[in-house]
Structures are given as structure tokens and as C-alpha cells.
């Protein structure tokens, strides 16, 4: 079974430039998360989607940055326009919510480590 | 709110011995789920264990188990006769409210196996 998709894997703009980050969650998974690893942190939630909505959005700073999972499949996180501090590592998880309960793992995938200079 | 502490920073250890990474939580929630997360250089976070807090006997998946002491509020991972390839980055993290919602993390444990 194929594992959390993320694509790019690296990325390097200049601060002002829009940029992209897309997820593909395993099949199945109807939750799906962005998190924000910066350096020598844990990873910190941006935003939750159930499906296609999203249910948890209050740590994403909504003046630059947006996201959407159209279908309630794969999504995309973007930054518009990004700065200096955003450099990190976007990670992208899935969950199955199978109960709703505490026990649903997520899985990760292997990030976008993005450079802003 | 829901918080994790790591208090290790970082771990050298010598392969082939059983090493504890330490993990304290805190939440006003009665039910909530504690997990332990791998993340070697490759930057993936690689899921080992989880414990759930109605759990009555601890976690053990093959050579990690977690010592979850409730009352302390405690989580520790526990590797058994490690390896070299188990050098990475660990961080603990929790859930807590019911519903899938969004992990909390502590700041991570960076260990090190020696040869």
C-alpha cells in the first residue's frame, strides 16, 4: 500500500514569490493534516480536513497562506506571498477516522523542506 | 490546552543496549492517546507505538514498548537492544478531546547509537 504522497520535495524561492505544496493521503484516509516542523521543533498543526472540509484551520495565518481539498483527496497548501519565516518543513499526514476516538493514527509523509531567501 | 515535554535533547547510547526516551504530557482531558514518532535524516516521521489512556497494560511493539504511568503523567518509549539504525530523531506527541483531531509535539529527543 502506498504511503503519503508530497511533492516537491525541496523548494528554494525568494521571499515575496508565491509557492505550492501538494498531498496525496493513502487511499482511504478521509483525514487529512498540514503541519509546520521548523528547526529543532516538533512538528505544529496549520490545518485538519475532514473529507473536503476543513474542520480545524485556527492555526493557519490566513492573511498568506491557503489550502484546499477539493475532492476530499489530495490537497494543496499554498503561500502567497512567502517570507523569510516561513522556511520549514510542511508535512502532510492522513488519518482513516474510523471512530473518532483518540486511537487513529496518522501517517506522514515525507515533507517539502522549503528554503526562503 | 495539551502539552508534551522532552526533556533530552540529545542521547548517546551504546548499540545493544536498551535505552528510555522520556515524555511527560499534560491535559485536563480524560481521554486522550499518546504516540511516539521516528524521524531519521530522510525528514519522514515513521509512526512505532501507540497507548491510549484507558489502556490498562503498556504498549510493546517488537522492541519499543512505552511505560505509560498515569499518574505521573508519563510516557516514556523504551528501545530494547538498539541499533545503529535507530538513530533519529524521536518525538512524542498527543491527542486528546475525542474526534481525529491534530497532534500536539513535544520538542523531540535526538539519540545517537554508538557502535
Known amino acids: 500500500e502506498a504511503g503519503v504522497v508530497q511533492s516537491p520535495r525541496y523548494k528554494i524561492i525568494e521571499k515575496k514569490q508565491p509557492v505550492a505544496f501538494w498531498c496525496n493521503p493513502i487511499?482511504?484516509?478521509?483525514?487529512l493534516y498540514w503541519y509546520r516542523q521548523n528547526l529543532g521543533q516538533g512538528p505544529e498543526l496549520l490545518i485538519r480536513y475532514e473529507n473536503e472540509e476543513a474542520v480545524d484551520d485556527s492555526q493557519l495565518p490566513k492573511d498568506r497562506f491557503s489550502a484546499e481539498r477539493l475532492k476530499g483527496v489530495d490537497s494543496t497548501l499554498k503561500i502567497q506571498p512567502a517570507e523569510l519565516g516561513d522556511s520549514a518543513v510542511y508535512l502532510c499526514?492522513?488519518?482513516?477516522?474510523?471512530?473518532?476516538?483518540?486511537?487513529?493514527?496518522?501517517?506522514f509523509g515525507p515533507g517539502t523542506r522549503l528554503t526562503v531567501l | 490546552a495539551q502539552k508534551i515535554t522532552q526533556t533530552q535533547p540529545g542521547m548517546f547510547v551504546q548499540e545493544k543496549e536498551a535505552v528510555t526516551l522520556d515524555c511527560t504530557y499534560d491535559t485536563s482531558d480524560p481521554s486522550y492517546g499518546l504516540f511516539w514518532y521516528k524521524q531519521p535524516s530522510s525528514g519522514e516521521m515513521i509512526f512505532l507505538i501507540y497507548q491510549g489512556s484507558y489502556d490498562q497494560q503498556n504498549a510493546t511493539e517488537g522492541r519499543y514498548s512505552l511505560n505509560f504511568q498515569k499518574a505521573r503523567k508519563s510516557a516514556n518509549l523504551v528501545i530494547s537492544a538498539s541499533q545503529l539504525g535507530d538513530s533519529a530523531m524521536y518525538f512524542c506527541?498527543?491527542?486528546?478531546?475525542?474526534?481525529?483531531?491534530?497532534?500536539?509535539f513535544g520538542k523531540g529527543t535526538h539519540l545517537i547509537i554508538q557502535p
Open positions: 499526514a492522513s488519518s482513516p477516522w474510523t471512530s473518532g476516538e483518540n486511537t487513529d493514527t496518522q501517517y
Open positions: 506527541a498527543m491527542t486528546s478531546g475525542g474526534g481525529a483531531d491534530g497532534l500536539t
Open positions: 487511499s482511504g484516509h478521509n483525514t
